[in-house]
């Protein structure tokens, strides 16, 4: 008997394009055991069943009307195997299962009952006519014009039909016909294949909608023709119109790959049979249009499908393939015939402004499969950016129509996704976005972030390609255009400094050299240089915009050290001819770029001062930089630089200079630190890191006396030097300077109580609750603000001292005595402040709104600062000196963030200071200051009863108890009493403090005795 074949799943689909792919249904999925499946039963069918027969029968042709992919597979070679198995089962038994079970299977819409049954179908066929030859054999009364008839009896739509019913017939007609077609019997059979073509026709004829499927079909019987059937073939489907068609197109390309020393027929292609050769008449075809000229010239053609279908035909992917064939093939004129190709068929065709929706949507298609599956050919993917179709996809993924904006969108989409698998398409891809017929401003026109991730894709090798493609559409535009170059150039800065950012700096392997080689060198030519070849001329206001990007791409490359390289070298290859330069200017230049150039010298060579030399390089960069943006103070910046290096660096005498090198390092950098810049905070991190190891007891100080400045206008006066804005209302004389700081004083002493009371919250109230205080805070801050400016003003115009708080005058004297002819004197002097006052009043509150939140952002910068120093140099006796300062601002701010960020300080410094201790003695300790420093907490823990401040003030003063002791254990008495005195004021003073700064004190103690009795113990073993 003929031996069974095992079919694929492949096998069972019916036309690849209209086959909907059967998947196994996703479910989630539970740890089970796994429970093997017993094997089918293979016997031979019996010609009546009854009982398990039957039951067994009914159950394996369920099974293989399954959407499960495996079940179906089993219950085909089940059946196989049960129909052909062994010695096969009787005639009459096959006839059966054929014609009441298989075909008759074809026209139900159930399931996966139609995939199921071709399977079978297409192996019960091979066997009976092919080199099995079955028919003859044993089954000679299943002939195979009585089988065919089978197929078109149970296919046949007969009585009164729904609609969905007679498209069930015709799919199963179709099923039963490529079973024919796969079974590979009908070119071994004289006269076999014309009878299914006839049919298939026939089919495509009646049923419009089903043609493509039809035109599969055929395309897969072209496999198995040779020539002369292929000729005869072709024939037929010209002399019923298919020629034209969209199945014709693709039938003749296949028909051409396969023979190519074929006869076609000499219409509709031609005696080559190339559609690609006549691009118009192609276009209508692939469009599926046609006029009353193409019929008459070129005989009959196919009527239209009449329906549209929303997939893309099968016929675009051969087409496309043997463009791409020839492209890979280096085919010679290949670029130019692909873009006519794609402008006559898509563009001007799929594309057009009288296009339909339905067709643009294919046109969409067609972009995503060009992208999809062929991106690697770039020799071609840069024709496929034409006019209409990027118009189309720029206004449409804007358009809230459903429809099309879908496709639109899925179509960026698409091409990101494949962009991200081909990198080598990157430059070719961004350049049909943004030149030619793309917008430069796509992202914006288009409201998406399709530029923003292509740009996130550039590396090493194609990064000077991508700048030059950024840089090409705006370096000459006509003078028409020169909004639109300013606009480009402009834009051009955010492409660039999105390109940077998306590289990691801190990734080793991670080859970044384009930055260095070409995008900041672009950035600092638009930003410093004059480029002739730039028409128009680039303006200030795009010069400045560069600059600033330019700042944010040294931000970004300055996440570590690592990056100090890119400003250095800039600034030294930059040539700033657009920077008008004086003789100072350009002296002051020269010589920092000597300073500059000796540094970076330095810093290759390496050694333990290799961070020093860099920090100091990247500061000489910068300020540089600086002086080329027109900063008024940058040369004095410069000057400073220099006295800095002279002494750290080149350790020149100082001793007729008053002024301490380190300290004005340090004023430096808390300059940068005033400064809004991301870029300055980080450069100062930096270079404070390299020279803390250089703090000195000045430098120190001008940083604490940061967190101990009052969070108002007036601390930002004192802080920055400033004067206030009204003269008027501040020019008092020297007794009202008197009363302005009592004043001042009662105001400090206000903040502090009701500082007092808020720290003595408890812990777990709200961060809303806190937030709102503040707020009301604020505003009661600027209305004595306000009414102390007021009282001031009043006082100078009476010739009296100011009112105090309580709005009582200090020495009780009355003005009841003043004339009428004094108080008209005066009437006008009041209109005026009063006026002034009003007018000021609002604008006052956000000033000292600002103030406010300028002094506190200054104060968190300073303690980063300080934390770097606590975690770094705890072992240094001169950074315990930060311990008070710390413990005040936790006292005196308002600012929840910058109290809990001192007593992570505190905490981060009580750690280092413990392990840098344990693994080496204390050095240099001076016993004396530092009970005097624990004396001074003690101070202040006496004037808030918090439990934050009492955890932040014992963690500060154990932490410099452990330091004395660990240097002289006889000084534990002298720390003892400090805690003494303490406990002995509260009790006598009634002051209250938390009992925890007590009890951790004990704690200490306890745990130092037992680690000296330990100790003691292991030196006697």
Not at 597 to 623: E, I, N, P, R
Request: hydrophobic letters at 40%; a negative charge.
């Amino acid at each position: 008997m003929g031996s069974k074949r095992k079919r694929s799943a492949q096998d069972a689909a019916v036309a690849a394009p209209a086959a909907k792919k059967q998947q196994k249904t996703s479910k989630p999925t539970t740890k089970k055991p796994v429970e093997t499946p017993a094997p089918l039963d293979t016997s031979p069918f019996v010609n009546n069943p009854r009982g398990d027969d039957l039951k067994r029968e009914v159950n394996l042709y369920d099974m293989l009307s399954s959407e499960d992919d495996s079940q179906r597979l089993d219950a085909a070679n089940a059946i196989v195997s049960g129909l052909l198995g062994g010695d096969g089962v009787e005639e009459s038994t096959l006839q059966k299962h054929l014609e009441r079970r298989l075909f008759r299977g074809l026209a139900s819409g159930r399931k996966g009952a139609r995939l199921g049954f071709s399977i079978v179908l297409s192996e019960l066929l091979a066997q009976l006519f092919g080199s099995a030859n079955l028919s003859a054999t044993k089954y000679p009364g299943l002939t195979f014009d009585n089988v065919f008839e089978f197929l078109i009896l149970k296919t046949k739509p007969e009585g009164d039909l729904s609609g969905q019913e007679q498209k069930d017939h015709a799919l199963g007609l179709l099923f039963g016909l490529q079973c024919f077609v796969r079974s590979k019997i009908l070119f071994s059979i004289d006269g076999k294949w014309e009878l299914i073509l006839d049919k298939l026709l026939d089919l495509s004829s009646k049923k419009s909608w089903i043609r493509e499927e039809c035109g599969w079909v055929i395309m897969e019987a072209l496999e198995q023709m040779n020539q002369e059937q292929a000729e005869s073939t072709l024939k037929k489907l010209c002399d019923v119109g298919l020629g034209l068609s969209p199945e014709g197109v693709g039938i003749w390309l296949r028909a051409r790959d396969k023979f190519s020393k074929m006869n076609f027929p000499s219409n509709p292609w031609g005696q080559s049979g190339n559609p690609l050769e006549h691009l118009n008449s192609l276009a209508k075809a692939l469009k599926e249009s046609s006029s009353s000229e193409d019929t008459s010239s070129k005989g009959q053609q196919a009527k239209q499908t009449g329906t549209w279908n929303a997939k893309l035909h099968f016929v675009w992917d051969i087409v496309l393939s043997q463009y791409v064939k020839a492209a890979n093939s280096k085919a010679k004129n290949i670029m130019s015939e692909f873009d006519k190709f794609w402008k006559v068929t898509v563009d001007e065709n799929l594309f057009s402004a009288s296009a339909s929706r339905e067709r643009k949507f294919w046109g969409f298609l067609v972009f995503q499969r060009m992208i999809q599956s062929h991106i690697s050919c770039t020799t071609l993917i840069t024709s496929i950016f034409s006019h209409n179709l990027v118009r189309c996809l720029i206004n449409h993924v804007q358009e809230k129509d459903r429809f099309l904006n879908r496709a639109a969108d899925k179509s960026l989409k698409v091409l990101t996704h494949a962009v991200e698998e081909n990198p080598d398409a990157l430059v070719v891809v961004l350049q049909g976005l943004i030149d030619g017929n793309g917008a430069y401003s796509f992202d914006r026109v288009t409201k998406t972030k399709t530029i923003e991730k292509l740009l996130s894709m550039v590396d090493d090798t194609n990064g000077e390609a991508v700048l030059d493609v950024l840089t090409s559409p705006f370096m000459v535009v006509p003078s028409s255009e020169t909004n639109d170059a300013e606009k480009r150039r402009q834009m051009f800065g955010d492409y660039v400094l999105t390109a940077i950012r998306h590289v990691d700096i801190t990734e080793a392997s991670q080859d970044s050299s384009w930055i260095k080689t070409a995008a900041l060198p672009q950035l600092a030519s638009l930003a410093y240089s004059n480029n002739s070849e730039a028409k128009p001329p680039i303006s200030e206001g795009t010069r400045t915009l560069i600059r600033n990007r330019l700042t944010s791409a040294f931000t970004h490359l300055l996440s570590n050290m690592d990056g100090y390289h890119y400003p250095c070298d800039l600034v030294i290859s930059c040539t700033p001819d657009a920077v008008a330069m004086d003789g100072l200017i350009t002296g002051a230049k020269d010589a920092a770029f000597t300073t500059l150039q000796k540094l970076m010298k330095k810093a290759k060579k390496g050694g333990k001062d290799k961070a020093t030399f860099q920090t100091l390089s990247l500061l000489y960069a910068l300020v540089i930089f600086q002086l080329y943006n027109g900063d008024v103070e940058a040369v004095s910046i410069l000057d400073e630089l220099k006295l800095c290096y002279d002494n750290l660096i080149k350790h020149k005498s100082t001793e007729d200079s008053e002024v301490e090198p380190f300290e004005v390092l340090v004023e430096l950098l808390l300059s940068f630190l005033s400064s809004p810049s991301a870029l300055l905070r980080k450069v100062t991190q930096h270079v404070f890191t390299a020279f803390m190891s250089e703090m000195t007891e000045g430098g120190l100080k001008l940083m604490t006396d940061v967190l101990e400045t009052s969070e108002n206008m007036r601390g930002q006066q004192e802080m920055f030097d400033e004067n206030p804005d009204d003269e008027d209302a501040m020019d008092v004389d020297e007794e009202d300077d008197e009363m302005d700081l009592d004043v001042e004083v009662v105001d400090m002493n206000g903040e502090e109580g009701h500082l007092n009371a808020h720290l003595a919250e408890e812990e777990e109230e709200s961060d809303e609750e806190e937030n709102d205080e503040e707020s009301e805070d604020d505003e009661d801050e600027g209305d004595d603000e306000a009414n102390k400016e007021l009282n001031d003003a009043l006082a100078k115009i009476l010739g009296t001292s100011a009112l105090d708080q309580n709005g009582e005058d200090e020495d009780g004297d009355s003005d009841s005595d003043m004339t009428d002819s004094g108080m008209d004197a005066l009437t006008p002097k009041l209109e005026e402040v009063l006026g002034r006052m009003q007018k000021k009043g609002p604008s006052n509150k956000q000033e000292q709104k600002d103030a406010k939140e300028n002094m506190v952002n200054f104060k968190s910068r300073v303690l980063d600062l300080l934390d770097i120093y606590a975690k770094k140099q705890a072992s240094d006796p001169l950074a315990a000196e930060i311990l008070l300062p710390l413990l005040r601002l936790i006292r005196t701010t308002k600012a929840k963030h910058l109290s809990d960020k001192a007593f992570s300080i505190i905490q981060a410094f009580a750690k280092s200071k413990s392990k840098a201790s344990s693994s080496e003695a204390e050095v240099g300790i001076n016993v004396k200051a530092q009970i005097a420093l624990i004396k001074g907490i003690h101070e202040e823990v006496l004037k808030d009863q918090s439990k934050v401040f009492a955890k932040a003030a014992s963690t500060a003063s154990l932490s410099l108890a452990s330091g004395i002791y660990r240097a002289d254990k006889s000084q534990f008495e002298k720390i003892g009493k400090v805690y003494l005195h303490t406990m002995t004021k509260c009790d006598v003073e009634g002051v209250k403090i938390q009992a925890s700064f007590v009890s951790d004190w004990v704690n200490w103690w306890q745990s130092h005795i037992a680690q000296a009795a330990a100790g003691g113990a292991a030196n006697e073993e």
